[in-house]
């Protein structure tokens, strides 16, 4: 007798499917795929939390910072027709930037947001202004001098937009930080190009013109957004309670508190690859003949920063700060030292270089989320800020090594930098991990 099914409706209950037969192997992927792309409708639910206007203006508000470092470097070499004065000019930008930014963080902790920012906004334009003074003058001391200033007084949007989302809604932080990490390596793709069109188009001072111009319009309204109120200014009763607070859990638990060190460490290292692999890709680009080809290399490194960095939120809670680190630094690792086997052909050098920047965005997203998670009470946006000061040095460092190494040992060589940062990343989070000192839950957990 046949055992088909017939078509006739039939009032028994279905008999149980045994398991392991309920689905395909397609099924499943369809199910995972489904799983994988539900995870990126939570961006829908930032501007819900911020407001709609919040994340174009904190996109944007970041461009003109992003422009200052080409823009220095352009102006330097117009204004004076010296490389290496134009070099000197946006070391002293780097430097100032990195003193600047944790003083802003800790007086926008103690002040507040809105008159920090506003105050920042306006000391900004008045240092690019003179800078256009400086470079007018050809004077190579008043150029340099002027872009320490330049630097010291460069508006911190990012730290202090990840410090609103972390008073706004805790536990949206993972989603907005994974959208604060790709607005950052947008903004420094799209801030080079910006000063490359407009000084081949008008000029070389006008990058600095439509920086000061969009750091006017654009930093103001980051200030004067309604989700400044989410961070408040603090009384001094209000600081001298945390300090009370910070000293007692001290005295409860001293173990935590190298773990502070642990993120700054990691944003350091992150800048030594940044300064090292952009200042190899250029010398490469150089030696292959295509000396412009620099700056498109480290686009394409941006690129794939941007696209893993909006993914993080693809990846499971459960899988934790440590282990994300830990697998994005092996495979920073491994891209690495692919650039280095791959130098100086371009080509191999696209492919690997992209493999690379893979690698970059989730650890900017989580370096970031440690950082926040150890920060101290009503401490956030020094925290925050360090980091900036941490990529800023690393840069300068990276840089420096990696032209040295290209110039008196070979061009790969100075691939070498950003192999040895990779590493330095990867035991930083396995001494981390293995201490087992937990870290603390984002605070809406």
């Known amino acids: 007798m046949s055992t088909r099914p017939t078509t006739r409706p039939s009032s028994r209950p279905a008999e149980p499917v045994p398991p392991g037969t309920a689905s395909t192997p397609g099924a499943v992927v369809r199910g995972r795929w489904r799983t994988f792309t539900s995870s990126f409708a939570q961006y829908r639910d930032l501007p819900q939390v911020a407001g709609r206007t919040y994340l174009p203006i904190t996109f944007l508000a970041r461009l003109p910072i992003t422009m200052v470092p080409i823009a220095v470097l352009t102006l330097g070499e117009v204004a004076t027709g010296s490389t290496a004065v134009a070099g000197v000019a946006a070391a002293s930008a780097a430097l100032g930037e990195a003193v600047g930014a944790p003083v802003s963080g800790a007086l926008a902790d103690r002040r507040g947001q809105r008159p920090v920012l506003l105050s920042v906004a306006g000391l900004h334009v008045v240092a690019l202004v003179a800078l256009l003074l400086a470079a007018a003058s050809a004077d190579p001391v008043a150029l340099v001098a002027a872009a320490a200033g330049v630097g010291l007084t460069v508006p911190q949007i990012g730290p202090m937009s990840r410090v609103r989302w972390m008073a706004m809604s805790p536990r949206h932080v993972r ?8 607005a950052d390596e947008v903004g420094f793709a799209l801030g080079p190009a910006v000063v490359g069109i407009t000084a ?10 439509v920086a000061a111009a969009l750091v006017a319009v654009l930093v103001t309204a980051f200030a004067l957004h309604p989700s400044v109120r989410s961070v408040p200014s603090r009384s001094a009763e209000d600081r001298a309670r945390e300090r009370d607070a910070r000293r007692a859990a001290t005295a409860a638990g001293r173990r935590r508190e190298p773990l502070v060190l642990v993120p700054l460490v990691g944003m350091l290292a992150i800048g030594t690859f940044f300064g090292g692999s952009n200042t190899a890709l250029t010398a490469s680009a150089a030696d292959a003949g295509v000396p412009t080809a620099g700056g498109l290399l480290a686009a394409a490194m941006a690129v794939g920063s941007a696209i893993t960095a909006l993914a993080v939120v693809a990846l499971p809670a459960s899988l934790g700060p440590w282990r994300r680190w830990a697998g994005a630094a092996v495979l920073l690792v491994v891209g690495s030292s692919l650039m280095l086997w791959a130098a100086p052909g371009i ?4 492919a690997t270089t992209v493999l690379a920047g893979f690698a970059v965005g989730p650890l900017l997203v989580t370096i970031t989320d440690v950082a926040g998670r150890l920060a101290p009470e009503g401490g956030a946006g020094l925290a ?13 460092l990276g840089s420096a090594l990696a032209g040295l190494l290209a110039e008196s040992v070979s061009t790969s060589a100075g691939f070498g930098v950003g192999v040895v940062a990779a590493v330095v990343l990867l035991v930083l989070v396995l001494v981390a991990a293995a201490t087992r000192r937990p870290l603390p839950a984002p605070a809406g957990d």
């Open 347 to 350: 080509p191999l050098l696209v």
């Open 384 to 396: 925050l800020t360090l980091l900036t000061s941490g990529i800023v040095l690393g840069v300068a």
């Open 175 to 182: 989603t907005a930080f994974a959208f604060e990490g790709t």
């Open 200 to 209: 081949t188009l008008v000029g070389g001072s006008a990058p600095v013109v």
